[in-house]
T-cell receptor, first 113, second 116 residues
Framework: DQQVKQNSPSLSVQEGRISILNCDYT??????FLWYKKYPAEGPTFLISISSIKDKNEDGRFTVFLNKSAKHLSLHIVPSQPGDSAVYFC????????????FGTGTQLKVEL | NAGVMQNPRHLVRRRGQEARLRCSPMKGHSHVYWYRQLPEEGLKFMVYLQKENIIDESGMPKERFSAEFPKEGPSILRIQQVVRGDSAAYFCASSPNGGQGSYEQYFGPGTRLTVT
């Protein structure tokens, strides 16, 4: 039962353009969402998060949008840089049910020159 | 400011042996989480611990797996009588508190367990 889904296993974008990574969830109890970036043979690195009381959060080149009614969130990276090439995981928490993160399966982003 | 430390980074065990994975949280963090990533999959929650307490072990397999976070020293994930299906990357994460407005968890580099 995959409660957090990232339906695009890979995405290729040109340097300088916008990267949009999508994530859908099925559990309406989730109320906090996070994005992580992961390079091969390393642990995930926290990027940005959003609470369900907001619909947008921005940090530098990274913006996360949340559409609660659609149970959908997206991560926008503008402008994309070659160093952004990595696997991106979205994760969700039900804050009233403990702190465990439920992860999606990841999207491999490749930023080409 | 050291991040989450995990050792060993790579561990090879034969079927039936025991595997011990260690995790030292970030300085000032008292909450530790273990996750497992099987090949071609996302990370799956295993267990959440505070010092000397298991808070949530709902993701732990019922047999052969155990975890502890003693008052002194690192957190240990122990796998007894390993089988090939235990081959995976095991990640530890830590947080400064149990949520309370900020739910970010910070991950270590992982231990790659290979069972031969």
């Amino acid at each position: 039962d995959q409660q957090v889904k990232q339906n695009s296993p890979s995405l290729s974008v040109q340097e300088g353009r916008i990267s949009i990574l999508n994530c859908d969830y099925t559990n309406s109890m989730f109320d906090y969402f996070l994005w992580y970036k992961k390079y091969p043979a390393e642990g995930p690195t926290f990027l940005i998060s959003i609470s369900s009381i907001k619909d947008k959060n921005e940090d530098g080149r990274f913006t996360v949008f949340l559409n609660k009614s659609a149970k959908h969130l997206s991560l926008h990276i503008v402008p994309s840089q070659p160093g952004d090439s990595a696997v991106y995981f979205c994760a969700a928490i039900f804050t009233g049910g403990g702190n465990k993160l439920t992860f999606g399966t990841g999207t491999q982003l490749k930023v080409e020159l | 400011n050291a991040g989450v430390m995990q050792n060993p980074r790579h561990l090879v065990r034969r079927r039936g042996q025991e595997a011990r994975l260690r995790c030292s949280p970030m300085k000032g963090h008292s909450h530790v989480y273990w996750y497992r990533q099987l090949p071609e999959e996302g990370l799956k929650f295993m267990v959440y611990l505070q010092k000397e307490n298991i808070i949530d072990e709902s993701g732990m397999p019922k047999e052969r797996f155990s975890a502890e976070f003693p008052k002194e020293g690192p957190s240990i994930l122990r796998i007894q009588q390993v089988v090939r299906g235990d081959s995976a990357a095991y990640f530890c994460a830590s947080s400064p508190n149990g949520g309370q407005g900020s739910y970010e968890q910070y991950f270590g580099p992982g231990t790659r367990l290979t069972v031969t």
